[in-house]
């Protein structure tokens, strides 16, 4: 727990840090507005709803989470990280920014670590509940067949991916997230990241894709190829393109899963997990053959 003396002195660090940022690269109205980065708004970032939020809270969404796991795993886990984003960006010129946002202007700045992996978290644990729904839903719906077929193009079968990308995320030891991404040939691949990593090309500098406990040094950790996508990603400021796009994330994060399943119970949880992806809200973000998509998300 960060005592009141440091949370505000880093606090002040963020807000100056982040004006420094806007002053250097923002357009000429921003720097105008950095200039007095009191703000009339106040804790944009708040807990979402969803369709079926009040359902779960009382019945839980089985048979991944009881009501006790929703409240674990999303009202108090989800709130604590946009209180501290709020606390953390108040009164800063990116205050107003969604998390999205928030954590792509924060990523290449290393002294605003601690806003980017608060923004970070709060939209990676937001796009994975989205496309979440109970078992008996998930079951009552034939998967949309472009999805299928996407599927099916890259893995072979539906089968082939659910087992690669469950056996990637029981690999993973720690914590992070397992993404289902389309990459620039329109193929689907399976990225993980760590931590509060993104998987966004935006983001690369904070992309955290490996786990550095498997290699005895930095170059083995980051070959050549990652290390040069991260310094283009650091020094470009246009052109990101919108791959990879992530269509399905997976919380490998033990709060996730340690109300209903216990410290064992990793495998169960995904499992359970695989049961209730609402394959809706995949096609909704999978685009079209012919369409040159960019990214649109909001949170």
């Not at 703000?39 to 009040?54: A, I, M, Q, T």
């Not at 796009?245 to 209903?260: F, G, I, K, N, R």
Request: include cysteine.
């Amino acid at each position: 727990m960060i005592g009141r003396t440091a949370a505000t002195l880093l606090r002040r660090q963020c807000a100056a840090s982040c004006t420094a940022v806007f002053r250097s690269t923002a357009s000429p109205l921003l720097k105008r507005q950095a200039t007095g980065i009191i703000s009339s708004v106040r804790s944009l970032h708040s807990v979402p709803d969803f369709d079926n939020l009040e359902k779960w809270r009382n019945e839980g969404m089985k048979p991944l989470f009881s009501p006790d796991g929703i409240e674990a795993a999303w009202t108090t886990y989800q709130g604590s990280l946009v209180d501290k984003l709020n606390e953390l960006v108040a009164e800063t010129v990116i205050e107003n920014e969604t998390a999205f946002d928030t954590s792509l202007m924060a990523s290449r700045r290393p002294e605003l670590a601690a806003v980017f992996n608060y923004a970070s978290q709060a939209h990676n644990n937001h796009f994975f509940f989205e496309s979440l729904t109970s078992a008996e839903i998930a079951n009552s719906k034939d998967i949309p067949s472009n999805v299928v077929e996407a599927i099916n193009d890259t893995f072979g079968s539906l089968d082939a991916m659910r087992n690669e990308l469950l056996a990637t995320a029981q690999a993973i030891f720690g914590s992070g997230w397992v993404w289902l991404v389309m990459d620039q040939t329109r193929n689907l691949r399976i990225l993980a990241t760590y931590n509060a990593g993104s998987p966004y090309p935006g983001a690369q500098a904070r992309q955290q894709g490996v786990d550095t406990n498997l290699y005895s040094n930095r170059a083995q950790a980051f070959p050549g190829d990652v290390l040069e996508q991260t310094r283009l990603a650091s020094s470009s400021r246009r052109g990101i393109t919108p791959f990879p796009m992530p269509l399905l994330a997976l919380s490998v994060w033990p709060q996730t899963w340690m109300t209903d399943f216990g410290v064992n119970g990793k495998e169960q949880y995904l499992s359970a997990w695989w049961e209730c992806v609402d394959w809706d809200v995949v096609e909704r973000r999978l685009p079209h053959k012919k369409e040159r998509r960019t990214m649109l998300f909001t949170r």
